[in-house]
């Protein structure tokens, strides 16, 4: 009888901490990345983009990483503005080739919970592609410029 306790003790404990396991994981929400597309024409008002907005938790930096384009050497210009497209303080980065970095601002600081990313060309004329994720929040990632 004893064993069967402390076989279902077991069970029990394991089970339990598969399930908090996975929702610590499942509810993660902005420190994960999330896709982003970047369309950019040659004819205005294309020559700015953002993202839709999403929730800011802390004061990390906001993390970008892109992956793939067209025309990228043209020239990106990134940078993080409030969910009403206000600023933040955000520093801008200008990316010309497939690279992941940080994005410094002080949106929580400033009581700004809902941020998005922008993207802006930095050559009007050209016509740019950029596909990849960003998160509002930073992401453990190695190899990233502007690591904090």
Known sequence: MFNNI???????????????????????????????????????????????????????SSYFNLKSGKNLSTGI????????????GSKEITVKAPCCG????????NRVYSVRLKGEKVIREAYVQAFGK???????QKGCINNP
Request: net charge positive; glycine share 4%; charged share 20%.
């Open 6 to 60: 402390k076989l279902k003790n077991i069970i029990i404990s394991v089970l339990v901490f598969m399930m908090f396991g996975f929702c610590g994981s499942a509810f993660a929400r902005t420190s994960s990345d999330t896709g982003m597309s970047f369309y950019f024409t040659t004819k205005p008002p294309r020559n700015v983009i953002y993202t839709d907005a999403r929730p800011k938790d802390n004061a990390t």
């Open 77 to 88: 210009i990134y940078s993080i503005v409030g969910s009403n497209y206000q600023d933040v």
């Open 102 to 109: 940080f994005i410094r601002q002080n949106a929580y600081e």
């Open 134 to 140: 960003w998160s509002p929040d930073s992401v453990k």
